[in-house]
């Protein structure tokens, strides 16, 4: 009882308050992560099922046909849409927009007004376009619209600068009718997919309605997913680091909190503490300060944790909206919370284990550092004497030398990784778009194309399809007039049967030239041959490489229907091609290639923002851990400090001496980093970023000397910390012993 | 030649000040064996600080050969310090982790002397330790260890050597052997300045302080 009655009150001292603030913190950052990462993981499965439904049909479809459809006894809720692409003149300038109405706004892929109202159009994401009205162009035929608000909506269908939500009278005006092109369906019950599209076709026949495609969506495969879970990964990997810095923490801690108490625990030991005395004594406080960290921790965990998921979801712009967020239901998992609450347990148990060790086992120890250290002083025996002034002053032993080289090799492999991964990819970014001078976004029916030489032209569908269990882009090309992506190995598809695929989803999921493979897309499989591997813009607005699969062009319209977005790929001069698509009434979007490359690092952004978080926390988390050891290990020496300064010894002097001793850790730190790099900033993005693209990042000199000096800031900072530790070094106290 | 003129000096102790030294006035002649003595709490090893320029006096000044050494900066205090002064501790002050002889080389190699560790070698021949050059203090007896502490202050060739009661942990004979190899040391023609509460080892010059002032001065 005594022991925990003392037990208690050591709890004054000043380190314990440090080691709460950063357990709770820990605790706090530990929950809120997993917790942000599990609601990441779950939101793929409910909330892009809840918003789009289960399947999206496309083609052209009247009101008798809608007739049809909502009195089908196998749907739940529905939703049909008009996509009429158009320009639009903003500031004198044309761009391009989509005109969208939504039939029905209570459902499916529904919107919300953030500004104004619905009596004319609405704008998404609010812009640089005021109220009032504005001129758009459709089929040469220009017309004024009204806009009369701003909403929010998940509405990402292709590449153009604007989309506006139009109400039906808009529609009216526009197209003189009212056609729909998109349908999305909720249904009651999946297995009843075959049956449903059946209908569906029947109902087509009978309201002379024209079906394009009709295609089941998979939870699994939503926009956004990759990001999701390259979010999911980073903090997977953050969770995993923080766990092992907390764990070296904590352990380190209690054997430098012993070796500076060792005094203390001998002198009640003297006065008739036992050894269990003694073990409860120093282990109250520690279960103390977990209970009220895990605590505190908690409640902050609450409100931190869905920042930290909102957040996380708000970085990625491709793949969600405001309204996306809106129909997922956040959940605060308890669960996760026992889990954190657990491995925060077995890391208390483990760091206990050093006053075990210290209290009941001290032999055990030092037979154990009879291996590292000389035999009699259990000190490393170095001939050379500064080094050996400079080496004890800076870590004292052999396994605290080890613990700050792996951490300090930590803190360059990451930031090695961080600059190889950037260089490596604006390079290949630029080799990836190098086959094109200038990209077209037209849309308006293929079959109305011109006659285009020196390009290709493209379609491709996103989200629909799958391989090997992994979303992949399907592709086809429509004309091929030499300008075609770099085909690293074999041929394009001439006949159904054929693809070729990605270099992305050859190295990911090893497949070879030759391989079959299984498409599926929807409740289908389609069995292809692989006939090549390309290196393919078709991410990220045509500009970065991802999974894909190619197609003959034939089995690319049986599965997803015809499609009005022509991607042209040209080289020479656009202006000819340009201006006749224009004139055949195709809203068209020029891109040069230098605009793509521009476009296409900025993608990166996303994933740098990750990285830089994960490469900021190893910084940070090793930073903290190797001022730990320094700082402590000083802080048990400051006698020793002071007889050096009694003796003639300068502050400058001693921190020079602990640098000397840390340029040894820095240059046995290179090599390691070096070595480690290169595999971690591969398998560091590919695992991370996969949605980008495979490549092997490379590490030149250049890098490791940039990394080198990024590095050493942090080390300079706890030098600071070092030198003003010595600076206020009290001789008189000192000599009073 | 040492001068301290009105010297005061006091130490806050939580939120009480305490005024250690209540101005001292004092000469110190070139080669002049100098005893501190008093009760413990006299203001002996305060002395000792301010003329050993670790500490600096609230009021007065020191001058050691001219040079008022309470007006330098800290650093400009250790470096004095380093070249003209030779400091025994009053607690077994070595560093653990360097042998006998790196403990005497700490003060050779700073001071830069010539054949540092010949001098060195030289310097614990002088105190009887040199046998045991490469043994670690945690090898060495309590008397061994203060030996080291005075062959360290002196193989650099100091001027002024100042004691702090290097004897109050040691056995009688070890005490005496103490005094008698600083006696050695001062017939070299250094300044020896020695706290001690131990009457009977005053020699020389013998100063008494009582509660922060000077209260009588004899010869023995």
Avoid at chain 1, 361 to 378: A, C
Avoid at chain 1, 396 to 403: H, M, R, S, T, V
């Amino acid at each position: 009882m005594l022991s925990i009655l003392i037990g208690i009150k050591s709890l004054r001292r000043k380190g314990f308050l440090l080691l709460l603030s950063l357990l709770t913190l820990s605790f706090a950052v530990f929950v809120s992560v997993n917790n942000a990462a599990y609601n990441l993981e779950n939101i793929a499965k409910t909330a892009w099922n809840d918003y789009v439904g289960n399947v999206r049909i496309t083609g052209i479809f009247n009101e008798d046909f809608l007739d049809k459809i909502s009195k089908s006894e196998y749907i739940q809720e529905y939703q049909a849409l008009a996509i009429i692409p158009a320009d639009i003149y903003v500031k004198g300038e044309k761009r391009t927009v989509y005109l969208i109405y939504p039939r029905n706004n209570i459902s499916l892929m529904s919107y919300k007004i953030k500004e104004g109202n619905n009596t004319g159009a609405l704008i998404l994401d609010k812009k640089d376009i005021e109220f009032g009205k504005i001129i758009i162009k459709i089929n040469n035929i220009e017309k004024e619209i009204n806009i009369t608000g701003y909403a929010s909506a998940f509405y990402v269908f292709g590449i153009v600068d604007y989309r506006l939500i139009i109400n039906e009278n808009q529609l009216k005006d526009i197209l003189g009718q009212i056609i729909y092109n998109v349908i999305f369906v909720k249904l009651k019950d999946l297995n009843n997919l075959k049956e449903f599209e059946k209908k569906i076709y029947d109902y087509s026949n009978q309201t002379k309605s024209k079906i394009d495609s009709f295609i089941v969506l998979d939870p699994e495969t939503f926009p956004g997913k990759n990001e999701t879970n390259a979010a999911r990964n980073t903090f997977n990997l953050f969770i995993f680091l923080l766990s092992i810095v907390i764990f070296v923490s904590f352990f380190v801690y209690q054997f430098i909190y012993l070796e500076i108490n060792s005094k203390e625990l001998a002198i009640l030991n003297v006065i008739g503490f036992t050894k269990k005395n003694l073990f409860v004594y120093y282990t109250t406080p520690i279960f103390l300060i977990f209970l009220i960290s895990t605590i505190i921790g908690y409640s902050i965990s609450i409100p931190f944790s869905y920042y930290v998921f909102e957040s996380s979801l708000k970085s990625v712009p491709l793949g969600f909206s405001e309204i996306f967020l809106e129909k997922y239901g956040y959940k605060f998992n308890n669960e996760i919370v026992l889990n954190s609450f657990l491995i925060f347990f077995a890391f208390l148990i483990f760091s206990i284990l050093p006053i075990f060790i210290y209290i009941y086992r001290k032999n055990i120890l030092e037979l154990f550092s009879f291996y590292f250290f000389s035999k009699s002083k259990n000190k490393l025996n170095i001939p050379n004497f500064n080094l050996k002034v400079s080496f004890n002053l800076s870590s004292g032993n052999l396994w605290k030398f080890i613990l700050l080289i792996i951490l300090f090799s930590l803190i360059l492999t990451s930031t090695i990784s961080l600059f190889s991964i950037r260089d490596s990819w604006n390079e290949s970014i630029e080799n990836l778009n190098n086959f094109y001078d200038n990209f077209i976004y037209a849309l308006g029916n293929s079959k109305n194309l011109p006659e285009i030489n020196n390009a290709s032209v493209w379609k491709a569908v996103f989200h629909f399809a799958k391989v090997k269990e992994k979303d992949v882009v399907t592709a086809t090309f429509l004309i091929n007039k030499g300008v075609m992506p770099n085909l690293k190995e074999g041929r394009w598809p001439t006949n159904t049967g054929e693809c070729v695929i990605s270099l992305t989803l050859s190295k990911t999921e090893n497949i070879k030239v030759g391989d079959e493979i299984e498409l599926e897309a929807g409740i289908n499989k389609y069995k292809l041959k692989v006939v090549g591997i390309a290196e393919i813009p078709l991410f990220f607005q045509y500009t970065r490489e991802t999974r894909s699969v190619v197609l003959y062009y034939d089995e690319f319209k049986k599965i997803f229907g015809d499609l009005e977005e022509n991607v042209i790929f040209l080289k020479g001069d656009y202006k000819a091609i340009y201006n006749e698509l224009i004139s055949k009434g195709f809203v068209v979007t020029l891109r040069s290639k230098d605009e793509s490359i521009s476009y296409g690092k900025s993608g990166g952004a996303i994933a740098f923002v990750f990285l830089n978080f994960l490469t900021f926390s190893l910084i940070l988390s090793n930073t903290i851990l190797i001022g730990i050891i320094l700082v402590t290990n000083l802080s048990s020496k400051i006698k020793e400090i002071g007889i050096l300064i009694l003796l003639g010894y300068t502050t400058r002097k001693i921190i020079i001496m602990i640098i000397f001793s840390s340029l040894i850790l820095i240059f046995t730190s290179i090599p390691i980093s070096y070595l480690i790099s290169l595999y971690f900033s591969s398998w560091n993005i590919n695992m991370m970023i996969e949605f980008t693209g495979y490549f092997e990042p490379k590490i030149n000199m250049n890098i490791v000397i940039t990394s080198l000096a990024y590095s050493l800031l942090p080390l300079i900072l706890i030098y600071f910390i070092l030198y003003i530790i010595i600076k206020r070094i009290n001789l008189v106290k000192i000599l009073l012993g | 030649m040492i001068l301290v003129e009105n010297v005061h000096k006091s130490y806050v102790y939580g939120k009480q000040r305490s005024e250690v030294l209540h101005g001292i006035n004092l000469k110190i002649n070139k080669g002049e064996f100098v005893t501190l003595t008093g009760p413990s709490g006299s203001g002996k090893s305060t002395l000792l600080n301010l003329l050993a320029g670790i500490d600096v006096p609230d009021q007065g000044k020191i001058v050691i050969d001219g040079k008022e050494i309470s007006k330098l900066s800290n650093e400009e205090r250790t470096k004095w310090r380093r070249e003209n002064l030779g400091y025994i501790p009053q607690f077994f002050y070595l560093i653990p982790f360097l042998s006998v002889l790196e403990n005497v080389e700490i003060t050779a190699r700073l001071t830069k002397v010539n054949n540092f560790k010949e001098a060195s070698l030289e310097a614990l021949e002088k105190v009887g330790l040199k046998d045991k050059a490469k043994r670690f203090p945690s090898e060495l007896s309590g008397g061994e260890i203060q030996r080291v502490a005075i062959a360290r202050a002196i193989v650099h060739n100091p001027k002024i050597i100042i004691a702090d009661e290097p004897t109050a942990f040691l056995d009688l004979k070890n005490k005496q052997n103490i005094v008698e190899i600083l006696l050695k040391i001062w017939n070299e023609g250094k300044t020896i300045i020695l706290a001690t509460h131990d009457s009977f080892l005053a020699k020389k010059r013998i100063i008494e302080l009582v509660d922060g002032r000077i209260i009588g001065e004899k010869y023995a």
